[in-house]
Nanobody, 123 residues
């Protein structure tokens, strides 16, 4: 499984940004997918997850109500719509695949990782 994240950039507080993660692999449509982030000097943390069908989603408390994860299985792509961005959202964002299909917030469930895309939110 290969994952390619894109869409990062420099925005101002309050702005919106949409990240994309294109995936490839024979069984990727059966996998849960998730977004994680790592801010400078901090550990990587979960942001959002989505199960294989897209029916179930889960979010970290810090982004609930502001971020929306979705997937398009026809395009093998997941998205992270980020609204009302804050400077604390500044981080490198990673997408990952969960072969178990659940797309939880548990990092240990994810066996495949893409490269990150940098999101910088200025105040």
């Amino acid at each position: 499984v290969q994952l390619q994240a894109s869409g990062g950039g420099l925005v101002q507080a309050g702005d919106s940004l949409r990240l994309s993660c294109a995936s490839s692999g024979r069984y990727v449509r059966d996998y849960g997918l998730g977004w994680f982030r790592q801010a400078p000097g901090k550990e990587r943390e979960a942001v959002a997850g989505i199960n294989f069908s897209g029916r179930y989603t889960t979010y970290a408390d810090s982004v609930k109500g502001r971020f929306t994860i979705s997937r398009d299985n026809a395009k093998n792509t997941i998205y992270l719509q980020m609204d009302s961005l804050k400077p604390d959202d500044t981080a490198v964002y990673y997408c990952a695949a969960d072969m178990g299909g659940w797309g939880t917030l548990s990092e240990s469930s994810y066996g495949y990782w893409g490269q990150g895309t940098l999101v910088t939110v200025s105040s």
